[in-house]
């Protein structure tokens, strides 16, 4: 800014909408406006023309707002900067600050957050530019120079030999709350925090001149109330950044100076200092939960450690998951997800000792480390009160939610002497508290390592079955009890695993679904099945309809419906022989996205069953919304049938509600006589399970289409339904 020129600004950013919005925003406020939408660009900008100041966005399509303000410090370009950014992350904040931006502005901000900051910088810069010029008129004006001082954010000072004020300018008031009168003559010593006299004794009485000249070295200042020297201080502190130079006259011989005292420019850091806390404390912090991060908390078990090893006592690590959070955030949203978090982490907060550190991981995983052990029975104890504090319900906004805890410990030094070792092994004992049900605690043992390993061999020798057709479709008939003839089959998953022999789904779809093999294995299935059909219809199947379990993770997986659509046409197959059974928790994890993708099955001509009916939730909704064929009655409800003559209100509801809907139903799991005698005199005629075949592989399944009634010749030994779904 030279003479009464408009101060130039270049606006960079690679949104040509934002870059408009503030070019708008600025256009009227007597401001020269540049714009740039690439670094590359901002850069040459920068080269041909001066700029008073830079409007950065740090993310663009060819380089980073850091390594544009690198380029402006490296060629001593003179402008100020000003970083606007969406990153939530601090690293992008702290870069900034450390490269000498003017502020830090995190997207979106508000109109007139932004309109104060650039009019602030320009006001600042403005009266930079009046200081240097006043500074130059400095020999020539003693009025300009008193102006100049006095008139200056920063406090302006020179002392003598003995290190006394023998000036100070007005600001000195203004922020330390000492008129120039109260100062002159008084040692800087009495302004000085005692723990930084040190330090101050080297900046305040400096000696030395140019380069050697303290430069921007920080102290501490008090700030005093009422009046006169005699006051006590309060406890305010101020943080300054001081620059002082050694004031020599030359005596005589022009080789020799005198010292006789210094100058010094001091400037008040504390809103920087105290916004660069903020921004290191967010760096240890969880900003959801205001706990500990990881890093922070492996800091903390790492001191703990060292405290264990050298007073020779115990310390436990708790690795703490929730049960049933992921279901909370799809049904309820991210928003109430969070809340619950936030709660979680004020009842376990609670729970705590002094000097147990709890902290979040991420997600809706936590850690402990509880520092000096008496026994076991302690970390017990704390993580009986976990489980006790969850145990309540939580209330989001009206909706009434009850979750648990699963939760592993690992003791020092029995389970580990490292961090590392320490988190990994309360990380297994949390899952197998998971494998054994959920809600409770478990020590970790050498047991549970080797039980981590098999399942590590597990999926290792699942991913080799893909590539060496190890995997085999298996079918349960489906049984029209009127005429005793077979209209349909489900069609059910096994590995012919090398040494452990047939294996069921239920055996290692779940370690599937935990490593993300279920997509792979899906399509697998899908072409699986299609290359079945063929075989039943050339065996005289072809009237007979084929139910397959769809995995939540495939429907989710967006070209679901077009690798149906390619596999039926590829190998010819009628979209009428298919049925999709699906679980109504899937319609919980998505709703209007899974109703989507059954609409378009239903447009194709597949029919949709819903599995396992009555266990999920909001049954009755999902049959209205969704475009449901059929229901089948869960086993579990069959099992309970033990009298031909007796009363079971689920079963006879959910045979009414077919009924009534008019929808397709099948029972599953109808192992004895009295349950198909039952489920038949109460109108559900369509059953599958042991009572009359188990699931037999495509060979078996075809011999029994051409006999129509006959035994299988094929015995899986399984139990009564293990079907594809997670």
């Given amino acids: 800014m030279e003479g ?78 000003i970083v606007m950014s969406g990153d939530v992350g601090i690293e992008a904040a702290i870069g900034a600050l450390k490269r000498g931006a003017y502020d830090y502005l995190r997207k979106p901000y508000s109109r007139e957050e932004l309109l104060k900051t650039v009019a602030n910088c320009i006001k600042q810069r403005r009266l930079a530019v009046a200081h240097a010029r006043m500074a130059a008129q400095l020999e020539t004006s003693e009025k300009m120079y008193r102006y100049l001082v006095d008139s200056s954010p920063d406090i302006i000072y020179t002392l003598n030999h003995e290190g006394k ?14 008129t120039r009168e109260e100062l002159i003559g008084k040692h800087y010593s009495i302004l000085v925090h005692e723990e930084d006299l ?39 502190l101020m943080t300054i950044s001081l620059n002082s130079i050694g004031m020599h006259v030359a005596d005589g011989d022009v080789t ?27 760096a240890y912090h969880d900003i959801l939960t205001d706990l500990p991060n990881r890093m922070l908390f492996k800091d903390r078990l790492g001191l703990a450690v060292i405290q264990a090893k050298r007073k020779l006592t115990e310390l436990a690590v708790m690795f703490i998951d929730l049960d049933r959070f992921k279901l909370v955030n799809d049904t309820l949203g991210h928003v109430k997800g969070d809340e619950l978090l936030q709660q979680v982490a004020i009842r376990l907060k609670d729970c705590l000792r002094r000097g147990d550190t709890l902290a979040r991981q991420g997600g809706d995983e936590f850690t402990i480390v509880l520092p000096e052990l008496r026994d076991r029975d302690d970390a017990r104890t704390i993580a009986d009160k976990f489980l006790e504090c969850l145990h309540k319900p939580f209330d989001l906004d009206g909706h009434e939610v009850h979750i648990s805890a699963s939760i592993g410990i690992a003791v020092y030094p029995s389970d580990g002497e490292t961090i590392d070792e ?9 899952y197998q508290v998971k494998a054994q049900g959920k809600n409770g605690h478990s020590f970790y043992h050498e047991a549970m390592l080797d039980m981590s390993h098999q399942k590590i061999q597990l999926e290792q020798a699942l991913r080799k079955a893909l590539e060496q057709n190890e995997l085999e479709m298996y079918y349960q008939p489906q049984i029209d009890v009127a005429t005793g003839r077979i209209i ?10 090398p040494t452990r022999g047939l294996l069921t789904a239920g055996e290692f779809l779940p370690f599937a679904e935990e490593n993300g ?30 139910s397959l379990n769809l995995s939540p993770q495939y429907l989710d997986r967006g070209d679901f419906f077009e690798k149906m659509r390619g596999a039926l046409v590829r190998y010819g197959i009628s979209p009428a022989q298919i049925e999709v059974e699906i679980t109504e928790n899937i319609c919980i994890r998505n709703p209007q996205y899974a109703m989507e993708q059954l609409n378009k099955l239903g447009q194709l001509g597949v029919s949709v069953a819903i599995d396992d009916f009555g266990t999920g939730y909001s049954s009755l909704s999902y049959l209205h919304r969704f475009p449901v064929h059929t229901i089948k009655i869960d086993q579990s409800f069959v099992k309970e049938i ?20 008019g929808l397709n139903l099948i029972a599953e799991g109808v192992e004895t006589d009295v349950q198909a005698r039952y489920l038949q005199a109460n109108g559900c005629t369509t059953m599958q399970g042991y009572h009359y075949y188990r699931p037999v592989s495509l060979t078996s399944f075809i011999g029994v289409l051409q006999e129509q009634g006959g035994t299988p010749q094929e015995d899986s030994g399984d139990g009564p339904r293990l079907a594809i779904q997670a």
């Fill in 256 to 282: 020799k100076h005198e010292f006789f005292g210094t100058y010094g420019v001091a400037r008040d850091i504390t809103d920087r200092k105290r916004a660069e806390e903020v921004i290191s404390y967010q």
């Fill in 198 to 236: 040190e330090r101050a004794r080297y900046v305040f009485n400096e000696r030395r001149v140019d380069e050697r000249a303290s430069r921007n070295v920080e102290l501490r200042l008090k700030c005093f109330n009422g009046n006169g020297l005699d006051r006590t201080f309060n406890n305010t």
């Fill in 517 to 546: 093999l279920m997509l792979p294995i899906s399509d697998w299935m899908l072409g699986a099945l299609c290359r079945d059909l063929l075989m039943w219809n050339a065996n005289g199947g072809g009237d007979l309809r084929l």
């Fill in 165 to 178: 004020f023998t000036f100070v300018n007005d600001r000195a008031y203004q922020l330390l709350g000492l």
């Fill in 642 to 661: 033990g009298d031909e003559n007796g009363h079971y209100p689920v079963i006879l509801a959910i045979i009414s509600i077919a009924r009534g809907l």
């Fill in 488 to 497: 349909g089959a489900e069609g059910l998953m096994r590995w012919n695993h």
């Fill in 422 to 430: 320490l988190l990994r092994h309360a990380d297994i004992a949390m």
């Fill in 4 to 81: 009464d020129s408009l101060p130039r600004l270049l606006l960079v950013d690679d949104e040509p909408r934002l870059l408009a919005s503030l070019y708008e925003l600025l256009r009227d406020k007597d401001y020269e406006l540049v714009t740039a939408t690439t670094g590359a660009e901002a850069v040459a900008q920068l080269t041909r023309i001066r700029f008073d100041l830079v409007l950065l966005d740090l993310r663009l399509p060819d380089m980073s707002g850091h390594q544009i303000m690198d380029f402006i410090n490296e060629r001593s370009i003179d402008c100020d900067v």
